[in-house]
């Protein structure tokens, strides 16, 4: 079954860091583009940050020099680790995976950044 599964979820001060994890099944790993996705309510899904499958990194211009991806192929695992955290990064966090015509999505995580 190819599935995609988030966690690593949750509330968070102001300036605080979370970790996010996806862990995919059913399809080989290593051969597929990966991405972080979020959407706020009332607002459209954008991309957060994206990762090739030889690690090379992309990122918004809002969380840039805040938020790492990477990827771990032997573990089947993108990871999303979030640093300083702002009230606007409160979202639901969707991870991503594409590979020709192949469009994959998680269920989605909630983060929410707030005091």
């Known amino acids: 079954q190819v599935q995609l599964v988030e966690s690593g979820g949750g509330l968070v001060q102001p300036g605080g860091s979370l970790r996010l994890s996806c862990v995919a099944s059913?399809?080989?790993?290593?051969?597929?583009?990966m991405g972080w996705y979020r959407q706020a309510p009332g607002k459209q899904r954008e991309l957060v940050a994206s990762?090739?499958?030889?690690?090379?990194?992309d990122y918004a211009d809002s969380v840039k020099g805040r938020f790492t991806i990477s990827r771990g192929n032997a573990k089947n695992t993108v990871y999303l680790q979030m640093n300083s955290l702002k009230p606007e990064d409160t979202a639901v966090y969707y991870c991503?995976?594409?590979?020709?015509?192949?469009?994959?999505w998680g269920q989605g995580t909630q983060v929410t950044v707030s005091s």
């Open positions: 059913g399809i080989i790993f290593s051969n597929y583009y």
């Open positions: 990762i090739t499958g030889d690690s090379s990194t």
């Open positions: 991503n995976g594409r590979r020709g015509l192949y469009d994959i």
